[in-house]
């Protein structure tokens, strides 16, 4: 019986923390329900583990309703670019495209993104390879996509994705994409919400 008591407590504090981390997001994003684009500067940078110095690019982050994504640098050359379900990835000028619906390393993260450009609007909880965590004034979302097999795993471009989002401003602070042997991050910054 106390056993069953302890499990219990342990689960409403479970359930209780992530109600409490979805209301934090809830309201973090809550300036997108009334916006239908938001704008703004994007800095890219890639590091590679075995070389010693960053690669840093400018460019342009621009997100619409109902699920558009756009981060486009340096002219053109780099662009991630997500519309509903079909994910766009220029690198130097050549083009990589695959949709979420047969890649489904990309299905948190599009359902993410649609979460915020509603305000809000739905529910994060059933994701299982999604966590958000609070630090300081920030809500931290960590998109861990998961493969159903090793060489899958293999396969998979991304280890995972990380977004900051500011909860005072509701603005999307950064994007960290991390992969073998590096990451690439996108900082925004001089939002504006139209």
Do not use: W
């Not at 938001?38 to 110095?53: F, G, L, N, P, Q």
Request: glycine residues 6%; contains cysteine; aromatic residues 6%.
């Amino acid at each position: 019986m106390k056993r069953l008591l302890i499990s219990l407590t342990l689960m409403i504090c479970q359930l209780t923390f992530c109600v409490a981390q979805n209301a934090d997001l809830q309201k973090a994003v809550a300036k997108y329900k009334k916006a239908t684009t938001v704008t703004a500067a994007a800095t890219k940078t890639s590091h590679k583990d075995a070389i010693a110095k960053d690669v840093v690019t400018k460019g342009t982050l621009t997100m619409k309703k109902p699920a558009e994504v756009g981060i486009v640098i340096d002219g053109g050359k780099d662009q991630l670019l997500m519309k509903g379900s079909d994910f766009t990835m220029v690198v130097k000028g050549k083009s990589h495209k695959t949709s979420s619906q047969t890649n489904p390393q990309f299905a948190t993260f599009q359902a993410v993104f649609e979460y915020i450009l509603k305000g809000g609007e739905g529910d994060l909880s059933k994701l299982s390879d999604l966590a958000v965590t609070k630090q300081g004034s920030s809500i931290v979302l960590t998109i861990t996509p998961k493969a159903d097999s090793k060489k899958a795993q293999r396969r998979m471009l991304f280890s995972s994705f990380v977004l900051t989002i500011d909860k005072n401003t509701s603005e999307l602070k950064t994007l960290r994409m991390n992969e073998r042997g590096g990451y690439t991050e996108y900082t925004f910054t001089g939002h504006k919400f139209n």
